[in-house]
């Protein structure tokens, strides 16, 4: 991954996480807090259906105690007063008293007269509770509440129900009433419904408030990064630069000094040196052996000098131009290496400003040292032209190529110092390296061959 998309990654993705987890959290909590006044709800109105039916089990009981208070427990005529009694008190579409006897016995049920009568002991629901037994028992115990399915009156379908009982000893009866919870269970669905509703317009606002929030926060953060960073990278441009432009200058005049002062204090010291050995004609033949071999080495040095001022700062390049150098450095290159040489460079136009034409040459120079040190290459194609007002460079060799670098090894500071003087011009330079050789491409833009204040900038 380059520099630009890990810090992409590294802002993105807590911001995305930092983002999502919140949103689920808030999400969660006012979920959790619904459901809880939900569950709230409906254990209120629950309570409240049990206190509805143990006062209408209060009231009922009212109803009949004078005569059940004074009956005794085989008065038939006063069991059927108060069987009469507790059948007219029924009330809404689903209300209405029941009795039964400890034995299971149905003795009041208004609203399904099938019942009337007959044993309903071993009934069970579709829970598998024994509800008539459960009732008595319950009653039995001092009366309270309980929950079962029963068939609904008004529908006929069976619903959830809880009923209120309690004993009518005395007779052996238990009397009690109860309440269908479907309608409860409704009213806590529709809840639930509107719960899920309003969090899903919730996460939704939060959603349009966050995500916007959170981008324009990334975006003033990308902004100022890149813009820091598109800042430091102009500085260290240029201080690269500064740094080249130093060493240029450091070799011209390392160049000039050898070639102009050095080079010709030893030519006078080996003009001064053969004079001296044209003199010694009448001296020892020994003498006039160890004059020429001073002669020679002198000469030896002189040469050597010239070579490493010609490659700090080659002359041609100042005097004769960019492609005089290119092929004096070629021709050294071949004659040296023994490689076939092919040159092409009629096509070019060299109206580069001073820093583009050493930088080309700097470039032709560290790619020839490399193809004479790495590749193994038998021949070298140098090929300089303008394209458009646009100056190219391509130097293709049959070496072995960078294949041959070990895996994972990053670029020598060579390639790179090449890459960085192209990249300086706003230029781009591209290796292509196989089995069958490399091709190194120079491309710079028009502004390199212009007003040099546009050096650097797209042409």
């Known amino acids: 991954m380059t520099f630009r998309q890990k810090l992409l990654v590294l802002a993105v993705v807590p911001l995305i996480v930092v983002t999502v987890c919140v949103t689920l959290f808030l999400t969660w909590q006012s979920t ?81 007269l099938f019942r009337h009568g007959k044993n309903w002991l071993e009934l069970v629901d579709s829970d598998g509770d024994r509800v008539i037994s459960e009732l008595i028992r319950t009653a039995r115990d001092g009366g309270g509440l309980h929950q079962y399915k029963w068939q609904k009156p008004s ?24 309440v269908y919870l479907d309608d409860v269970y409704a009213q806590t669905k529709a809840a639930n419904v509107a719960m899920q509703e309003r969090t899903r317009e919730s996460f939704a606002i939060v959603a349009l408030v966050s995500v916007p929030a959170v981008l324009v926060v990334f975006s003033t953060c990308l902004y100022v990064t890149f813009d820091e960073r598109k800042m430091a990278d102009g500085l260290l441009k240029k201080l690269t630069q500064r740094v080249i432009d130093t060493q240029e200058t450091e070799r011209s005049r390392l160049a000039r000094e050898l070639h102009d ?38 000469s030896n040095t002189i040469r050597e000098i010239r070579s490493i001022s010609h490659d700090l700062r080659p002359r041609a390049l100042d005097d004769m131009g960019l492609t005089a150098a290119i092929k004096n450095l070629a021709e050294k290159f071949a004659a040296r290496t023994g490689v076939e040489l092919s040159l092409d460079m009629q096509q070019f136009i060299d109206d580069l400003v001073p820093p583009a034409r050493t930088a080309i040459f700097r470039v032709a120079q560290e790619a020839l040292n490399n193809v004479e040190r790495h590749s193994k290459a038998t021949r070298l194609q140098i090929k300089l032209w303008t394209e458009k007002g646009r100056a190219r460079m391509q130097i293709s060799d049959n070496g072995r190529g960078l294949g041959s670098r070990p895996p994972g090894q ?14 300086h011009f706003g230029g781009l330079m591209i290796i292509d390296s196989g089995d069958d050789g490399t091709n190194l491409l120079v491309m710079l833009p028009k502004s390199a061959g212009g007003d040099p204040s546009l050096i650097g900038k797209a042409a």
């Open 32 to 112: 959790r807090l619904a459901q809880s006044n939900i569950d709230a709800f409906q254990e209120n109105m629950l309570k409240s259906k049990e206190a509805e039916i143990a006062n209408l089990t209060s009231v009922a009981l009212s109803a009949i105690r004078s005569i059940y208070d004074q009956a005794s427990s085989n008065d038939e005529l006063a069991k059927s007063r108060v069987a009469q009694i507790l059948a007219s008190l029924d009330y809404g579409k689903d209300g209405y008293f029941f009795v039964y006897d400890y034995d299971g016995n149905n003795v009041v049920h208004p609203r399904q």
């Open 155 to 178: 529908t006929g379908a069976t619903a959830d129900k809880i009923s209120y009982v309690l004993a009518l000893p005395k007779w052996n009866w238990i009397l009690g009433t109860g």
């Open 261 to 298: 002062g050095i080079s010709q204090e030893l030519l006078g010291v080996r003009f001064a040196m053969e004079l001296a050995g044209r003199r010694t004609t009448d001296a020892t033949a020994d003498l006039k052996s160890a004059i020429d071999e001073s002669v020679k080495a002198l």
């Open 410 to 423: 990053a670029e020598g500071l060579g390639l790179q110092n090449m890459r960085e003087r192209v990249a």
